[in-house]
T-cell receptor, first 115, second 115 residues
Framework: AQSVTQLGSHVSVSEGALVLLRCNYS??????LFWYVQYPNQGLQLLLK??????LVKGINGFEAEFKKSETSFHLTKPSAHMSDAAEYFCAVSPSGGGADGLTFGKGTHLIIQP | DAGVIQSPRHEVTEMGQEVTLRCKPISGHDYLFWYRQTMMRGLELLIY????????DSGMPEDRFSAKMPNASFSTLKIQPSEPRDSAVYFCASSFSAGLQETQYFGPGTRLLVL
């Protein structure tokens, strides 16, 4: 069984400040990990994913995440927040690369950007 | 490509009525997923298909829910009879599982309100 815990249902940062969204997972098999973003009234868009190889993964819009097996974490970061980053962010886990299995999502973190 | 297409985008119905949600996956994709998003339970996988065949329907909440995929370019999710607790956003996603690099692409969702 797999599960995802996202710490903090709401995170507020100032424009230009560091963004850190936390994600911890539980998996009985080597996990494949994902971050998706959802803008209001839209579907989910993939930000980045970890499958194998380098544990620091770079995604779109300046986001990156680091897979830490010892900490069972996959936290999402961005050095400098922009107003357009305001959205809902979901961490997800899959037993495979994501194409051939359903995703198990965390509850989501609402990112608020203060001007 | 037009992406994953879902219809209708919004549906308001009365308790007891039949509801049919529709999805057109991205051309060439061989996996199709149905997810439900609610405030209480977050994003949940309901069912997914591979080459039009249901692979895992363990997430379907009860017998009132059914899903079909008659061909590679069309799927339906039906609720009969509908209940107020079925109110949610229903997402369809598709993918091409050629390997670890494949991604699920989400549609814009159908927002269902059952009165």
């Amino acid at each position: 069984a797999q599960s995802v815990t996202q710490l903090g249902s709401h995170v507020s940062v100032s424009e230009g400040a560091l963004v850190l969204l936390r994600c911890n997972y539980s998996s009985s098999v080597p996990p494949y990990l994902f971050w998706y973003v959802q803008y209001p009234n839209q579907g989910l868009q993939l930000l980045l994913k970890y499958t194998t190889g380098a544990t620091l993964v770079k995604g779109i819009n300046g986001f990156e995440a680091e897979f830490k097996k010892s900490e069972t974490s996959f936290h999402l970061t961005k050095p400098s927040a922009h107003m357009s980053d305001a959205a809902e962010y979901f961490c997800a886990v899959s037993p495979s690369g994501g194409g051939a299995d359903g995703l198990t999502f965390g509850k989501g973190t609402h990112l608020i950007i203060q001007p | 490509d037009a992406g994953v297409i879902q219809s209708p985008r919004h549906e308001v119905t009365e308790m007891g009525q039949e509801v049919t949600l529709r999805c057109k996956p991205i051309s060439g994709h061989d996996y199709l997923f149905w997810y439900r998003q609610t405030m209480m339970r977050g994003l949940e996988l309901l069912i997914y298909f591979n080459n039009n065949v249901p692979i895992d329907d363990s997430g379907m909440p009860e017998d009132r829910f059914s899903a079909k995929m008659p061909n590679a370019s069309f799927s339906t999710l039906k609720i009969q009879p509908s209940e107020p607790r079925d109110s949610a956003v229903y997402f369809c996603a598709s993918s091409f599982s050629a390997g670890l690099q494949e991604t699920q692409y989400f549609g814009p969702g159908t927002r269902l309100l059952v009165l």
